[in-house]
């Protein structure tokens, strides 16, 4: 699943802290967690960069919410 998918309903206009769960590439579950951000398309931007940066998928997402 992708971020944009995952934060439907959750993601408010404000800015706050989000923990995206994700599978890691050992096939395990992993969180990781943006603070301050300004938009969906920020976190996914955030996301994108944290996942190139690691070496993961960006299509594993399991879950957003809101810290």
């Known amino acids: 699943m992708t971020v944009r998918r995952a934060a439907a309903g959750i993601y408010t ?3 706050g802290t ?5 599978v890691n590439n050992e096939g395990g579950e992993d969180e ?3 603070e301050n951000v300004k938009s ?4 996914q931007e955030l996301f994108s960069g944290f996942c190139k940066e690691n070496n993961f998928p960006e ?3 399991l879950y957003v919410e809101r810290a």
Do not use: A, K, S
């Open 18 to 22: 989000y923990n995206i769960g994700f």
């Open 32 to 34: 990781t967690q943006f």
């Open 59 to 61: 299509n594993t997402v």
């Open 13 to 15: 206009r404000q800015h």
């Open 40 to 43: 969906i398309r920020e976190l």
